[in-house]
C-alpha cells in the first residue's frame, strides 16, 4: 500500500510536477557548474601532469605555468650535479601569433622540447611522429584547435611570429585552459620564436628510482639559486589555486552552484509547505488519534526524501545529456562518480532543509483545531 507520504506527494500532480521542476534546476545547476570548473582545472595543468616529470624547476616567484620566465641554461649543469636527479631535460614555453589563411591573427601557447628526450612525448598523435618536428621549423598542433586556428591538416604551412612553420602532426586532448591553442615545437625552434625565450623556462626532472622526490625537491633549492622548485603535484596545485582564487573564477562557480542550491530549496520548501497547509486538518486528525509529532514529521521527510531522489534522478540524465553537448563544443565537464555522491547528498539535504518549516507548522498543530467548524 502507498504511504501517506507518496498519497499527499501524488495527489496533486501540478504542485509534485512544480517541485520536480526546482529540483531538477537545481540539479543541473550544480553538476554544470561544478562539473565544468573540474574540467578547466584540468585543462589547467593537463600539461604538468602529463610529463612525466618528478621535479619542475621554474622562475623565481612563479604565479602558474602558464605565466613562467627564462632561466639561465646554466643552472641546467647545476641540477645535474645534485644527488637524486637521474635525467635532466630543458623545455621552453612562450607566445606567439600565428596567421591565419583568412588573413587574421590568433595568439599560440609555444611548448619547445626535445621529442627524442629522456621523458619522451607524452601527447597521443592522432598524425605524424613525435620526430618530424626536428630539423627544421616544424609544429605539431592539437585537433581541437580547429576553432581557432581553422582547420589545419598535415602539409599546410602557417607563419607564426613571421617564422613560416609546416605541420607536421595532430595530438588529441591538448586544450589549453587559455583562449590560445598549443603548438608543439622542437626546443631550437621554439627559442627561434621569440627573443625573450632563448633559454629554457622550465627545468624538468626525473628522479632516480627509490629516491624521496620531495628530499631531491630540497637538495636542488638549497644547491641552485634564484629558482623555484616544485613536485609536480605542488606545480599542478599551485597553477590551479591561481585559476580559481587569484583570478576570482573559482568563487563564480562557487556562487552560481549556491544559487543553485538556494533555487532549489525555495522551490521544494514553498511546495512542501503548502501540501502540509493542505492537509492540515488530517495531519491534526491524526495527532487527535494518538499519533506522534515523530509520525507526522516522518511523513513530511518521506516526501521531501522521494522529492529529492526523483528529482536528483531525472537532473543526472538530462546532465549527461547536457556533457555530451559540451563534448561536441570542445568544453571539458566532468561527472566523476565522487561529484555524483555529493550532489546527491546535496540535493537530499536541500529537500529535508527545505521541510523543516513545515515541521514547525505541525509541530505546534493543536489536534483540537479537528473538531472546530
Not at 628530499?215 to 606545480?235: N, S
Not at 547528498?345 to 493543536?366: E, N
Amino acid at each position: 500500500m502507498p504511504s501517506i507520504a507518496r498519497k499527499n506527494l501524488f495527489h496533486d500532480r501540478t504542485r509534485f510536477a512544480i517541485t520536480l521542476i526546482g529540483i531538477t534546476f537545481s540539479v543541473v545547476l550544480i553538476f554544470t557548474t561544478i562539473g565544468v570548473y573540474l574540467g578547466f582545472m584540468q585543462d589547467a595543468s593537463f600539461i604538468m601532469e602529463s610529463i612525466p616529470a618528478d621535479i619542475w624547476i621554474t622562475s623565481k616567484n612563479l604565479q602558474n605555468f602558464n605565466f613562467a620566465w627564462p632561466i639561465s641554461e646554466r643552472k641546467l649543469d647545476q641540477v645535474k650535479e645534485v644527488k637524486g636527479v637521474a635525467e635532466v631535460e630543458k623545455m621552453i614555453h612562450s607566445w606567439g601569433v600565428m596567421k591565419l589563411f583568412s588573413g587574421g591573427t590568433e595568439q599560440v601557447e609555444i611548448l619547445g622540447l626535445d621529442p627524442e628526450g629522456p621523458l619522451g612525448f607524452p601527447w597521443p598523435l592522432a598524425e605524424g611522429q613525435p620526430t618530424d618536428v626536428k630539423g627544421g621549423e616544424f609544429v605539431i598542433v592539437d585537433q581541437s584547435s580547429v576553432k581557432r586556428l581553422g582547420r589545419l591538416k598535415v602539409g599546410d604551412v602557417r607563419e607564426i611570429n613571421d617564422y613560416r612553420v609546416k605541420v607536421v602532426g595532430l595530438t588529441r586532448g591538448l586544450k589549453s585552459i587559455t583562449t590560445a591553442p598549443y603548438v608543439i615545437t622542437s626546443y631550437d625552434t621554439a627559442a627561434l620564436f621569440n627573443p625573450y625565450f632563448r633559454e629554457p623556462v622550465f627545468i624538468l626532472v626525473k628522479t632516480v628510482p627509490g629516491q624521496s622526490v620531495e628530499e631531491v625537491a630540497q637538495r636542488i633549492r638549497e644547491h641552485v639559486k634564484d629558482v623555484d622548485v616544485y613536485t609536480q603535484a605542488g606545480l599542478s596545485a599551485k597553477t590551479r589555486w591561481y585559476w580559481t582564487v587569484a583570478t576570482g573564477m573559482g568563487m563564480g562557480f562557487l556562487l552560481t552552484a549556491f544559487v543553485g542550491f538556494v533555487v532549489g530549496m525555495v522551490v521544494v520548501s514553498q511546495t512542501i509547505y503548502s501540501s502540509t497547509i493542505e492537509h492540515i486538518r488530517e495531519f491534526g486528525t491524526l495527532k487527535a488519534i494518538g499519533a506522534t509529532n515523530w509520525t507526522i514529521y516522518k511523513i513530511i521527510l518521506e516526501q521531501a526524501a522521494v522529492n529529492a531522489v526523483i528529482g536528483f534522478i531525472v537532473g543526472l540524465g538530462l546532465v549527461l545529456l547536457i556533457k555530451k553537448g559540451y563534448d561536441a563544443l570542445g568544453i571539458a565537464m566532468l561527472i566523476p562518480p565522487p561529484l555524483m555522491g555529493v550532489v546527491s547528498v546535496l540535493t537530499l539535504a536541500m529537500c529535508l532543509s527545505a521541510s523543516i518549516i513545515s515541521i514547525r507548522k505541525v509541530r505546534t498543530l493543536d489536534p483540537v483545531m479537528v473538531f472546530r467548524v
